[in-house]
């Protein structure tokens, strides 16, 4: 959890330009590292709570029963993109069976 607006100034720093001012914000973000290259994003309540799930060791079964008190019948559709985004990014280096 971020307690300030980290990511705009990185962002702006990355990009040479004048970073805003710094503001205290609550925002979840996610930071892990890739082919020995760091890498950070802001993601919603919901993403990170399902973050926190999986490290605990949820499984996939179990991440789409949590998510499906917020979502429906959209949980399995949302917790398959969040499954991709995360093995397309990196952020997974490990599946255990």
Known sequence: ??????IPIWQALDAEET??????IHEPCLVWRSD????YRSIEA?????VQSV????????LCEELFTTLGD???QQAAQYLST???AGIISEIQH
């Open 1 to 6: 959890n971020l307690d300030w607006n980290v």
């Open 19 to 24: 970073p805003p001012e710094a503001q205290q």
């Open 36 to 39: 020995m290259n760091s890498h």
């Open 46 to 50: 919901l993403e990170y709570k399902a």
């Open 55 to 62: 490290m605990a060791g949820a499984t996939f079964a179990t």
């Open 74 to 76: 959209d949980a399995t």
């Open 86 to 88: 995360w093995l397309e």
